[in-house]
């Protein structure tokens, strides 16, 4: 991660993370992930939901960073948000960290 352009950069989803909002997301997380940096944050705390577009997004963010030596964390996903990710199970893909949050497992 030497090479890193920055060290963190965090793209703050603040709606749902669905339908014709995937795209706007989609372009916002390719640009983080385009300055290169350490880490890329997405945080999902005021996401409400989330679809199988936008899982598909997260996947491809999640390998571009591992490409560039990044790591891509979802920070603060809500029960509803970890659940669609176990579904999908793409749950044991991604780094999550909770902050400010009960690390209760979902419902």
Same mark, same amino acid.
């Given at each position: 991660?030497?090479?890193? /352009? &920055? !060290?963190? /950069?965090?793209?703050? &989803?603040?709606? !749902?993370?669905?339908?014709? $909002?995937?795209?706007?997301?989609?372009? %916002?997380?390719? =640009?983080? &992930?385009?300055?290169? !940096?350490?880490? %890329?944050?997405?945080?999902?705390?005021?996401?409400?939901?989330?679809?199988?577009? $936008?899982?598909?997004?997260?996947?491809? /963010?999640?390998? =571009?960073?591992?490409?560039? =030596?990044?790591?891509?964390?979802?920070?603060? !996903?809500?029960?509803? &948000?970890?659940?669609?990710?176990?579904? /999908?199970?793409?749950?044991?893909?991604?780094?999550?960290?909770?902050?400010?949050?009960?690390?209760?497992?979902?419902?």
């Amino acid at each position: 991660m030497a090479d890193a /352009a &920055v !060290p963190e /950069a965090v793209v703050v &989803v603040t709606g !749902p993370f669905e339908g014709a $909002a995937v795209e706007t997301w989609r372009r %916002l997380i390719a =640009d983080a &992930v385009a300055a290169r !940096p350490g880490r %890329l944050v997405v945080d999902l705390a005021k996401c409400v939901r989330l679809d199988a577009a $936008a899982i598909v997004v997260l996947l491809d /963010a999640h390998r =571009d960073m591992l490409r560039s =030596d990044g790591r891509l964390t979802l920070r603060s !996903p809500s029960a509803r &948000v970890r659940r669609t990710l176990s579904l /999908a199970r793409a749950d044991g893909v991604f780094d999550i960290e909770n902050v400010g949050l009960s690390t209760a497992a979902p419902e």
